[in-house]
T-cell receptor, first 114, second 110 residues
Framework: DTGVSQDPRHKITKRGQNVTFRCDPI?????LYWYRQTLGQGPEFLTY????????KSRLLSDRFSAERPKGSFSTLEIQRTEQGDSAMYLC????????????FGQGTRLTVV | GQNIDQPTEMTATEGAIVQINCTYQ??????LFWYQQHAGEAPTFLSY????GLEEKGRFSSFLSRSKGYSYLLLKELQMKDSASYLC???????????FGAGTTVTVRA
């Protein structure tokens, strides 16, 4: 296993377009997280899955954002009607169950909305 | 809510020691994590503390005081490759996500 992988690594889109990102977690990890990171800031939590169930969504995740993990393996994050403020690095992480388990991050998808 | 504070930037010389402080105010605190992030790359796990005291891992050590809401990451024998952002993150009981500070950018100079 090569770790958490994300696709694409970079995405440039016009304002108003929809975009979808994919995350493939480490295979035995049942927890999957999405974070957003802007320059000079730490990652901000967006949403979290335990297997296929989406257990928590941040208030940062507006109605334009939706995430799925249909079979409890890979996950997708879709942003509809993108805005310039959506420009950021979108990071995916996965971990095993349990308290204080280490989260492994993917390389991220850098989104630029023009 | 969470309030996690760490310095924005620190500079040190190769071979020296640097201490990055992190203070937090978190209800239901459970544990504190440190991650390293090189520019344009993913955060990578360095250490975590659940109990008070010092955890040592080679050149890196992390300390936690739960009563003071305080942690530090100590980097010894600094190398140029240690130039990176260091992120402090807390977890809460029954809440599996991590909440991150803004990160401390460490620059190691020759």
């Amino acid at each position: 296993d090569t770790g958490v992988s994300q696709d694409p690594r970079h995405k440039i889109t016009k304002r108003g377009q929809n975009v979808t990102f994919r995350c493939d977690p480490i295979s035995e990890h049942n927890r999957l997280y999405w974070y957003r990171q802007t320059l000079g800031q730490g990652p901000e939590f967006l949403t979290y899955f335990q297997n296929e169930a989406q257990l928590e969504k941040s208030r940062l995740l507006s109605d334009r954002f939706s995430a799925e993990r249909p079979k409890g393996s890979f996950s997708t994050l879709e942003i509809q009607r993108t805005e310039q403020g959506d420009s950021a690095m979108y990071l995916c992480a996965s971990s095993l169950s349990g308290v204080n388990t280490e989260a492994f991050f993917g390389q991220g998808t850098r989104l630029t909305v023009v | 809510g969470q309030n996690i504070d760490q310095p924005t930037e620190m500079t040190a010389t190769e071979g020296a020691i640097v201490q990055i402080n992190c203070t937090y105010q978190t209800s239901g605190f459970n544990g504190l994590f440190w991650y390293q992030q090189h520019a344009g790359e993913a955060p990578t796990f360095l250490s975590y503390n659940v109990l008070d005291g010092l955890e040592e891992k080679g050149r890196f050590s992390s300390f936690l005081s739960r009563s003071k809401g305080y942690s530090y990451l100590l980097l010894k024998e600094l190398q140029m490759k240690d130039s990176a952002s260091y992120l402090c993150a807390v977890s809460r009981s029954n809440d599996y996500k991590l909440s991150f500070g803004a990160g401390t950018t460490v620059t190691v100079r020759a």
